[in-house]
């Protein structure tokens, strides 16, 4: 049976159970005298019951699909006759993947060896074998859960604590996967990084102004050996984060700073949504924006003037990019400067203060903490903005502070390095695992330092 | 008069001349945001209106049983394989028998669309009996016509056709057998190399099984993190950490999400590339911070005590939670979902990385299928050089953009009925 199908069965067995745990709380309570002689609720035995019946079938089912696949594949392997065992790793997995093609029918048996046909053959009745013993155990564990569910119920039994506790069981995993991610996160791109400084080395990569990951295939091409030197990346990425907070920055601050100081309640009500649409528009748009309409007028403008501009250039990326995250500014920005106590301003006015010094000498220094957060979070934005520098920026990298000119970025390269064809155990894939660790360290440190900043001093007027 | 009263009476002029310019600049900001904002949507809106649009031209077509090489009309095999281009070749050289030559021939040949085929075949499955008989019909005209069609007479000297296209279209514009039509591929076909047979429906229908995925995933998993936290973690370290993970995983950038999703989805657990499942759980891992930070703070909005009356009542912790919380904090909870969905909607980057930037004709039927998603089809089609795929392109992404209007509106909608002020 299909897994999908297994899943609805094992459902409607669940509803089942329910049903069934139900029908004998009442019939156990009535000779009592009614429900209320009974511990807990129905509901709570059937639940009770309905548990039994899940748990356990979907921990085996679980177990079982996770380690399933290479069980079979290493039963498939060794029944291969010893001459015809694949000599190493890349070779085993061409054989298998011969062997699966054969097996779904992709590949004719007559093109292969018969030893290769033979395997596929077994592949094919381990499999359906495989099926069919799940499907069973499947089946019997869920009903065996559920007899032992439905056998326990008592009057006497504390199916609502028991109930409670598998569920507040539930929450707590559900909370923990933010851990996991971490973790998960953590760990995918550590190890692949520690593979790759196995092969470059981590001064170079890191120190090395020259970036040209792209290895020869075979050992006599005429290619250069891959240079790793990520300086160029992290010159561009710092180019281009710090246009878009040029721009960023002052627009993003000052409309906080209108909308919250000066704008009336209409002007407020319609600007303040409105530029929040900014943040809500995809990147890919912005990329495409970037890439199609502003960097050609750019470009137009710069030989109007006499400059050279590239077509790719960085200005256009940062123009766009800081365009995006002015509503992040100022949301930020509008948050710290409304926490400021009205008492502040207040007293400022009153000793004869224009509001633009008031604003200037009293609440900005005031909300400085939570603006600079504000910032930081905004550069780990930047920084991590993909989309619009994928199609906006270029992929040479050119180690330059020219804004006219086309760099590339950290996240271009993990883009372009991991899309397309591509072998896992290259120092070029690894090396985007690399740039990964990179920017996750990055944004993680401007993100901790940020919130340290805003925590620390927020709350220090009232 | 004081001095000082003096000093600053003279001062004065200057600190208001400062005044409004600290003013003006704040005006200016917000003017520049909006600026940004119009320009971005009426440079698409201006790129892609056209795209709604195809045009197509009238030619009169004998199903002409020879050139077509059927043997047998109710043969479904030969009807499927006959030779449609060859009845639609023949009708352009009877209309301009002017052309000769291999070269002026394939050009003549090239300004109907590949695809226009395909709508032959259709009519004569439907209607065997038009076999030898002669039809007038609006072909599907290819992608460059189109774009001449189009553009505005300056801008018609730049056109990729050659001089005699340009006269053929010219003819045939002026016995107005040209038109443009509702385009109807875009919404029904998936991607194609030639621009005027694709469209969005197989990234729409991909979009759609991701998204379904992450919500089906994101939403409870979310609400059941948010609960614990809110209600029942004890206040501990472990407590403590979960909260910090939560708080940077939301400003993790999106692309690592997507290096996640490379190394241990696809390549630990061994799910397959590019399918919508593990996009789904590639987006649910990005908005789950989103989700139960929301959720987090819907629950902290009901009051207090409500949970005292509930607990007064004899209720466990777990019925105060389940019977009264959560009903009251629900609302706000679907709001947060909603804008957490709109943000993936819109999310390319960590797709890229799982594969699902392939390009794939077929209208994926499940979310195990192969597929692509409408932001990645907008950036495929972004980087492809035809010039109708800019029109396309833009076409797409007032799409994407209405559904995001459509999903945050609905939100906003929510919040504003359904959400209760205590």
């Known amino acids: 049976m299909q897994t999908g199908n297994l899943l609805l069965l094992l459902v409607v067995m669940i509803a089942g159970a329910y049903y069934m745990g139900h029908r004998r709380s009442f019939a156990l309570a009535r000779p009592l005298g009614g429900i209320r002689h009974l511990h807990s609720l129905p509901f709570y035995y059937a639940m009770r019951t309905a548990i039994w019946c899940a748990i356990p079938a979907l921990v085996v089912l679980g177990v079982w699909l996770a380690f399933d696949d290479t069980l079979i594949r290493n039963m498939v392997m060794g029944s291969l006759p010893a001459a015809s065992q694949p000599v190493d790793g890349s070779a085993a997995n061409l054989m298998l993947n011969q062997i699966s093609n054969v097996a779904s029918g992709a590949l004719s048996p007559a093109s292969v060896s018969p030893e290769i046909a033979a395997a596929a053959e077994k592949l094919n009745s381990l499999r359906q074998l495989n099926t069919m013993a799940i499907t069973v155990v499947v089946i019997v564990v869920a009903m065996l859960g559920t007899a032992w569910g439905w056998v326990k119920i008592s009057p006497q039994m504390r199916a609502r604590q028991q109930v409670e506790k598998v569920l507040q069981t539930l929450f707590m995993l559900s909370a923990t996967i933010a851990i996991l991610t971490t973790v998960g996160i953590l760990m995918s791109v550590l190890f692949e990084s520690i593979r790759f400084f196995g092969k470059v080395p981590a001064t170079d990569f890191l120190f090395g102004l020259h970036w040209s990951p792209q290895t020869a295939l075979r050992a006599d091409q005429v290619a250069s050996e891959g240079a790793f030197g990520a300086i160029p990346l992290f010159v561009g990425t710092l180019l281009i984060s710090a246009i878009a907070l040029l721009v960023a920055v002052p627009v993003g601050l000052m409309s906080a700073i209108y909308l919250a100081e000066y704008a009336p309640a209409r002007v407020r009500a319609f600007a303040k949504p409105a530029l929040e649409v900014l943040a809500g528009v995809p990147t890919v748009v912005y990329g495409f924006f970037a890439a199609l309409t502003v960097a050609p007028v750019i470009r137009q403008i710069g030989e109007s003037i006499g400059l050279d501009v590239a077509s790719e250039s960085a200005l256009a990326a940062g123009l766009v990019m800081g365009v995006m995250i002015i509503p992040f500014v100022s949301s930020l920005a509008d948050d710290v400067i409304t926490a400021v106590p009205q008492a502040l301003r207040d007293a400022s006015l009153g000793l004869g203060a224009t509001r633009s010094e008031t604003i200037k000498k009293v609440i900005f220094p005031a909300a400085l903490p939570g603006i600079m957060g504000g910032i930081l979070l905004a550069a780990s934005r930047a920084i991590g903005e993909t989309m619009i520098v994928v199609m906006a920026a270029g992929l040479a990298a050119n180690l330059t502070a020219n804004p006219l000119d086309a760099v590339t970025t950290v996240t271009v390269q993990i883009v372009t390095l991991l899309t397309g064809d591509q072998e896992f155990d290259s120092a070029k894939t690894l090396a985007a695992f690399a740039l990964g660790l990179m920017l996750f360290i990055t944004t993680l440190l401007l993100n901790v330092i940020a919130l340290h900043i805003v925590k620390k001093y927020r709350e220090q007027y009232d | ?422």
């Open chain 2, 1 to 422: 008069m004081s001095k000082t009263t003096e000093q600053v009476r003279k001062s004065l002029a200057k600190r208001y001349r400062a005044e409004r310019r600290f003013k003006a600049f704040g005006v200016g900001a917000i003017g520049f945001g909006l600026l940004a904002l119009v320009l971005l949507f009426t440079d698409i809106i201006g790129k892609g209106h056209s795209a709604f649009f195809e045009t197509y031209v009238k030619m009169e077509v004998t199903f002409d049983q020879d050139t077509l090489d059927i043997s047998d009309v109710r043969d479904e095999e030969q009807l499927n394989f006959a030779n449609y281009d060859g009845v639609i070749r023949n009708a352009l050289r009877e209309e301009f028998p002017s052309a000769s030559g291999r070269q002026e021939k394939r050009e003549l040949y090239s300004l109907i669309s590949t695809g226009a085929g395909y709508e032959l075949r259709d009519l004569l499955k439907d209607d065997p009996s038009l076999m030898g008989k002669s039809i007038t019909l609006w072909l599907l005209a290819d992608d460059d016509v189109d774009v001449y069609v189009k553009s505005a007479q300056d801008d018609r000297l730049e056109s990729r056709l050659s001089d005699n296209q340009k006269s053929w279209i010219e003819s045939l514009e002026a016995q107005d057998r040209v038109e443009l039509q509702w385009n109807q591929s875009l919404f029904t076909h998936g991607d194609s190399r030639e621009p005027e047979l694709a469209g969005i429906w197989g990234a729409v229908t991909g979009s759609f099984f991701t998204m379904l995925v992450t919500l089906i995933l994101s939403f409870p998993i979310g609400v059941a993190a948010a609960i614990y936290l809110e209600e029942f973690a004890p206040k501990n370290k472990f407590t403590d950490f979960i909260e910090v993970n939560i708080n940077n995983l939301a400003a993790v950038p999106s692309i690592i999400f997507g290096l996640l999703g490379l190394a241990v989805i696809i390549g630990l657990f061994g799910l397959p590339r590019s399918v919508p499942v593990v996009g789904g759980i590639v987006l649910t891992l990005m908005t789950l911070p989103t989700i139960i930070i929301s959720s987090r703070a819907a629950i902290k909005a009901v009051p207090p005590s409500i949970r005292e009356a509930a607990m007064g009542l004899g209720a466990s912790k777990m019925q105060v939670v389940l019977h009264h919380v959560l009903p009251l904090a629900l609302p706000g909870m679907l709001t947060g979902a909603i804008i957490g969905m709109a943000q993936a909607l819109g999310e390319t980057a960590p797709l890229l990385m799982i594969g699902m930037v392939a390009f794939i004709v077929d209208v994926p039927g499940g979310p195990l299928d192969p597929s692509t998603v409408l932001p990645v089809q907008i950036y495929l089609w972004a980087d492809s050089p035809e010039q109708s795929f800019v029109a396309l392109t833009s076409a797409a992404i007032m799409v994407l953009l209405s559904f995001l209007i459509a999903m945050n509106t609905l939100a906003v909608f929510l919040r504003k009925r359904l959400e209760r002020r205590w």
